[in-house]
């Protein structure tokens, strides 16, 4: 039989952009948390259908990392009220760990420096993970490294080197790309993947970004970033503007348009 499961039709819709059939991704409802007993976020709700790349933009200290922190379970963060759902899944209370074997995952805006863990062995541990499996072969991990960063523009002997010790912000936002690809997510939140990129990098990020979702349609994206520049080179499905911890307003991409041309100011009011 060659007939496509209906998967496989579906994951071909969603991708292709058409409205008939795209199960929700992710789906945040009335989402309230709060960091040091200081309430962050104040009833976000929003919805990113499989396969779609949603932009989340916000002046400084909106809440963006706080809201990426929450997706991913950072205990550092408490949720008061509300949920969130992957892939129709209840995960508020799951630890990061049972997050990520789930196919979340996390592009930090600030990547952190890990001096004595090797890129390669960070990945390992991550994938193993990721896949449920105790010990990922060393054999097949360094393959797979060898075919993404190839695929990423990326020298593969990057892989020795200790998690971003020394990296400079590009190769750090590449990394994270890398480990976005080899996870294999079903969801992704990236985070300012594109601050402090000069115009090559950016185009680079982009383009990454774009090769990996050629290789997995059905993969959701919250981009998070407080510039236009990005969404020039990856043109999102829909616009959100996060305004003092709450969504001012949704949108197709013109949105951005109307962020780059009247600043946040103009959403202030609809959250006061
Ligand atoms: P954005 O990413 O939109 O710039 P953040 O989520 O980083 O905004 O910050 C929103 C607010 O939450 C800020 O006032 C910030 O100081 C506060 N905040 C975020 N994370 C923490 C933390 N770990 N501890 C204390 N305050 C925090
Ligand atoms: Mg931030």
Do not use: C
Request: overall charge negative; cysteine-free.
């Amino acid at each position: 039989m060659s007939r496509p499961s209906a998967d496989t039709t579906d994951t071909a819709a969603a991708a292709q952009g058409s409205p008939a059939v795209a199960a929700v991704a992710l789906r945040l409802h009335d989402l309230h948390a709060e960091v040091d007993g200081r309430e962050i976020l104040r009833g976000v709700s929003l919805e990113v259908p499989a396969g779609r790349v949603h932009a989340l933009m916000g002046p400084n200290g909106s809440g963006k990392s706080t809201l990426a922190n929450v997706l991913l379970g950072n205990p550092a963060y408490t949720v008061t009220a509300g949920s969130v759902e992957l892939l129709g899944e209840d995960i508020t209370a799951l630890s990061p760990d049972e997050r990520a074997a789930r196919g979340l995952f996390l592009g930090f805006q600030h990547p952190e420096e890990i001096a004595g863990v090797s890129v390669f062995n960070f990945l390992r541990q991550a994938m193993s993970t990721r896949k449920g499996i105790e010990n990922f072969s060393v054999l097949e991990v360094r393959l797979a490294i060898m075919q993404w960063t190839a695929k990423l523009g990326m020298d593969h002997r990057f892989m020795e080197r200790y998690l971003n010790e020394g990296f400079s912000g590009g190769e750090r936002k590449r990394n994270e790309l890398l480990q976005m690809a080899l996870l294999e997510p079903e969801f992704a939140v990236l985070d300012e993947t594109d601050s402090g990129l000069d115009i090559d990098a950016l185009k680079a990020v982009a383009e990454g970004i774009a090769t990996i979702r050629a290789e997995r349609p059905q993969l959701g994206i919250l981009l998070i970033t407080h510039y236009h520049r990005i969404l020039d080179h990856l043109a999102p499905d829909a616009v959100h503007v996060l305004v003092d911890g709450r969504v001012a307003e949704s949108g197709g991409p013109e949105l951005a348009r109307a962020v780059e041309t009247h600043g946040f100011d103009a959403f202030r009011a609809r959250v006061a």
